[in-house]
């Protein structure tokens, strides 16, 4: 049997630990199936005393995750401390310049360093793997990179916040407003410190940045992700979608079109026979269309101590098989600049807004639709409420830019009350 | 940019002409993903003049598989020919003799030949790739043997014939008898020459030994896979399924028991909201169960042309990569053998039986099960039809030994007319 394959274990948080007891609780299993010992040489977290339920003795202790990634008894850094800057970033710079190998679940990190990082790490002929970093314990990183690699990839979609997806499916289940639900999801600890991370779709958008950048052979682009979070979406708006065959999603969209790289993290309906709108609460899923495969779907736990722990682990063990694969599928210097396509493929859209009781209310909405481009397939109005009523409409494929002409142009009639609600329709 | 990778391909089928295509047109993108050019230096099929719509003149020709297998200017053997034996074998024998990898796509050649090809080819070596003789463009030999390879797997499951669930989802849609839906599919050519490879469940029973082997670590057994085909399927069943929540699907179930290695392939109720019970056509899902991950679910195109050939060529681009992985997971040398455990699981099971209109002779059904240790969950019993009224039971969960043992018993009461049709309620 070969050399033992040491690890570097910064951050002892769920998933470290997660990581440490599949360590000793597997040691035979991953030695049989990699033809190595994978064994911890040191670890490195920010209490040194606190009991965390599995002996860490064996292990020499870093305060200083900087140290942990030098030491010479270390060949792989594993990085889960998360965030985007600091420590993480200094660490995970400071491995790649020792010419370690690095596994890390930092979707944050790689979205907005993922780029340099790996033209650093490939510069010296080391790899940087991050399959935890995205949709938890499955193998998403893996299929793309490797499974579907003869495919010219047309489409990448996903539900990867499990939050969120759970904030929905209360509300559509159980009948809870949006803050009920956010709140439930809070007290079970469902929610980032910051939750805007979540709710807002930024930690979903790092993960899609990621994907387009292995699907499209691009530079990784988080801030041209347009993304929009379901803190409008209204328990009204899900009621309405499922009247009409539809659930709302929080759903990643990235696909290359004709004029550049739409990436798109945002509210969405999708049919409710189709595999995301029958996603239920945390679970994640992640669809990848390719020209010879067609669609495949790929769904399990998006987070959680297990399943990250098992996605670090699957990138530790084809390190130690002696597997090395670019960062993102292909060598750094090969990465286009992506050019930026907001909102570039047309779609249906579902609207609702609230109409004033006022003659020729709806013939006013109507001509604004019409003067923008945008015929309509759908519309209902229901009985007043005071002094308005809500009306749904649901248009014909438009692009973005027309809806937000007609958008501008309904704050201006003077009968729609408030700001309406817009919820593109993705065909899945 | 390193040497090309050289295929010979021996097959021009579908799947052959599907691999032929994807490296004619997406000559750039495979090299720039690995890393160096990959190459077709010859190809063998039966018939040299057939129009196969590419143009092969590039490519050397061999009649003989054998003689392709040994060239010395061909460094990975592409086996798409198909058969457990003679020609397939015979050339995949001598391409490991020769030195070079193999890319398979034949499901019978490794379900009954597997170890010992296995065992050929790493004791000098090299690598058999195996990903499109399972479900089609799924990348699940992947997931299982690579990105899931840090858990220990319970369970795994599948629907991989894509005729049979066709079939089954056209009896339940369209009303059909399973005749007239066996004709549909065997119209629109979905069916193998000998159909029983498709509806006697044999072809997804390869399938299943496969992945059972990578799973649990044993040596591929597929004549201790249990096989009962679709052919006994009946309209009712369907309808009754789905009267009390279920589907009936033709699923795959491998699992370790404390008895031994369980591998069923046989009709089985789902319940309708799972994933497996929502799939429809000729889609193909997997299901894997590891002690960290949870459960991930796959799907996707099962058979054809692009989805093979995207399978066929994933496994060729990670020998272009470098990537070299024991062909079940870990080295042939390890593993076991499994004890082969028949029905090990228990589990509850439908039942329609005819029931003859004669007085107690539903109490005298009821006491044959009793007498088994079968207890009753739930019963029903239709107007007579003639002199036999159908009655349909949901046991609790037994074993299948007790309800052998329940269905000779009711043989012997002289109430029962014909023979009754049990199938399995899979938890999934």
Chains 1, 2 share one sequence.
Not at 19 to 44: C, D, F, M, W, Y
Not at 120 to 135: D, K, N, P, Q, S
Request: aromatic share 4%; glycine share 12%.
């Amino acid at each position: 049997m070969s050399q033992p394959l040491r690890l570097g274990i910064a951050g002892l948080g769920t998933v470290g630990i997660g990581v440490v007891k599949i360590i000793r609780n597997h040691a035979e299993l991953l030695a049989q199936r990699t033809g190595r010992p994978i064994v911890i040489t040191a670890v490195s977290a920010r209490s040194k005393g606190k009991d965390r339920g599995v002996p860490l003795g064996d292990y020499a202790w870093e305060d200083d995750p900087v140290a942990l990634a030098r030491r010479e008894d270390v060949d792989v850094f594993v990085e889960l401390m998360g965030g985007s800057e600091g420590a993480a970033k200094d660490a995970t710079e400071a491995a790649i310049a020792s010419g370690k190998d690095v596994v890390t679940a930092n979707k944050a990190l790689l979205a907005h360093h993922g780029q340099a990082l790996a033209l650093a790490a490939e510069a010296t002929g080391h790899v940087i793997r991050f399959e935890a970093a995205v949709a938890g314990g499955i193998p998403v990183i893996k299929a793309l990179t490797e499974g579907l690699a003869a495919n010219e990839i047309g489409r990448v979609m996903g539900v990867m916040n499990g939050t969120c997806n759970y904030i929905l499916t209360r509300m559509e289940n159980a009948g809870l407003t949006y803050e009920e639900a956010f709140n439930e999801a809070d007290g079970l600890g469902y929610l980032e410190a910051d939750p805007n991370l979540d709710v807002g779709g930024i930690d979903a958008g790092h993960k899609l940045s990621l994907l387009a950048a292995i699907a499209f052979g691009t530079q990784v682009d988080f801030p041209s992700v347009e993304l929009e979070g379901i803190g409008a979406i209204t328990i009204e708006d899900i009621h309405q979608a499922a009247d009409m065959g539809y659930k709302i999603k929080l759903l990643g969209v990235a696909q290359m079109t004709g004029r550049g790289l739409e990436q798109r993290m945002s509210p969405c309906l999708v049919p409710d026979t189709s595999p995301l709108g029958q996603l239920q609460g945390g679970t994640n899923m992640v669809v990848l269309e390719g020209d010879s495969v067609g669609q495949i779907v790929l769904r399990g736990a998006g987070a959680g101590e297990g399943p990250t722990a098992s996605a670090v682990m699957g990138d530790v063990m084809d390190i130690a098989r002696g597997f090395r694969v670019s960062t993102f599928g292909q060598p750094a210097t090969t990465l286009r600049k992506a050019r930026a396509a907001r909102a570039a493929v047309p779609a249906p859209y579902y609207l609702r807004l609230q109409l004033q009781d006022k003659p020729g209310a709806l013939a006013k909405v109507a001509r604004v639709l019409g003067e923008a481009g945008i015929s309509i397939d759908r519309m209902r109005q229901y009985g007043h409420q005071d002094t308005t009523a809500p009306v749904l409409i649901v248009t014909h494929k438009t692009t973005r830019s027309s809806l937000d002409e007609a958008l501008s142009g309904m704050a201006t009639t003077g009968v729609v009350e408030g700001a309406p609600v817009a919820i593109r329709i993705e065909s899945v």
